[in-house]
């Protein structure tokens, strides 16, 4: 709230108040929520879960694997040798963790994130090299789960379900804010 009241003061420096009003996990639309919408949940589980079947191929300079398959589906395929790596490596840098464990990527690189963002220490074992490796996997599951490509089946759905109420909302406002000028109210800028 601090940020915002802060930005909002920088552009309505002559403004006496603005109220702000935020919403709940539940009503949270700036994302695919899940809690707001469980049909949404369902469907991004399945993508995840379809992810096992899927080669991906990318390139980072920093990762030591850089042929990562792109959305080439290899149902044949168990397991993408570059990401077993990467896990063994997230694993030889958390030591407490089993042998065996298979790494969430996400849920990882969202915890990480936010004891690195609220100054707690992390798993010395794990480098910048590495943490920037964790976080090309996490991104590329996450765009996997919730921007598919337009030719997959389910595209349609997982968009209307994930930002279909956020693109709703602006269209929303921008057709208020047309009839407003329209009607001869003052510019947003006067204010």
Known sequence: MGTLQG??????????????????????????????????GGVLDARMASLAGVLRHATCAMCPSPQLPLLEKQEHLKA????????????????????????????????????????????????????????????????????????????RQVLQLSLGHLIAEVSRQVFFIRAWLSSGGPSLLEL
Not at 12 to 38: F, K, R
Not at 117 to 143: F, N, Q, S, W, Y
Request: net charge negative; glycine share 6%.
């Open 7 to 40: 930005v909002l003061t920088g552009l309505y420096p002559l403004a006496p108040e603005i109220d702000a009003v935020t919403a709940g996990d539940g009503q949270e639309i700036m994302y695919g929520n899940v809690t707001a919408c469980p049909r949404l």
């Open 80 to 155: 993408d040798p570059a990401v077993e790596e990467l896990q063994q490596r997230v694993r030889a840098a958390m030591p407490h963790l089993p042998p065996d464990h298979s790494i969430a990527f996400v849920e990882l690189h969202d915890a990480l994130t936010s004891l690195q963002t609220h100054g707690k220490p992390i798993p010395e074992g794990l480098t910048p090299e590495l943490l920037h490796c964790i976080d090309v996997e996490a991104t590329r599951r996450m765009a996997w789960a919730t921007a598919p490509h337009a030719h997959e089946p389910d595209a």
